[in-house]
């Protein structure tokens, strides 16, 4: 069974960049495609990008496209999110998670989600 922790978040001005990272402990990170989502106060829990088990496939949700870039490194158990040219609507809790099972597609939504972080809190404000 996997575990995730999240780092990365903080306080950023619009137009600014974060890099949040995801650790993992337990022996499966290698063959689990690896989930980014995220909730805003008061809003429904949005996911926001997958990347697969070796990084061959990526995808993202249409409101980050273009600004985030999803990561991993298995060597180092981590998968990360590079987001950048922020903007107030980006603020909220981000979360990973992992999803067995995807080699030639990755889908942002989460169903069949598993190994749930605690989250990491990105605030965007001027």
């Known amino acids: 069974q996997l575990h995730f922790v999240e780092s990365g978040g903080g306080l950023v001005q619009p137009g600014g960049s974060l890099r949040l990272s995801c650790a993992a402990s337990?022996?499966?990170?290698?063959?689990?495609?690896v989930l980014w989502f995220r909730q805003a106060p008061g809003k429904r829990r949005e996911g926001i990008s997958c990347?697969?088990?070796?990084?061959?496939?990526?995808d993202y949700a249409t409101s980050v496209k273009n600004r985030f870039t999803i990561s991993r490194d298995n060597a180092k158990n981590t998968a990360y999110l590079q987001m950048n040219n922020l903007e107030f609507e980006d603020t909220g809790v981000y979360y990973c998670?992992?999803?067995?099972?995807?080699?030639?597609?990755?889908?942002?939504?989460?169903?069949?989600?598993?190994?749930w972080g605690k989250g990491t809190l990105v605030t965007v404000s001027s």
């Open positions: 337990g022996s499966t990170f290698e063959t689990a495609a």
């Open positions: 998670a992992a999803r067995d099972h995807l080699i030639y597609t990755c889908p942002v939504a989460d169903y069949g989600v598993h190994s």
């Open positions: 990347i697969t088990s070796t990084g061959a496939v990526t």
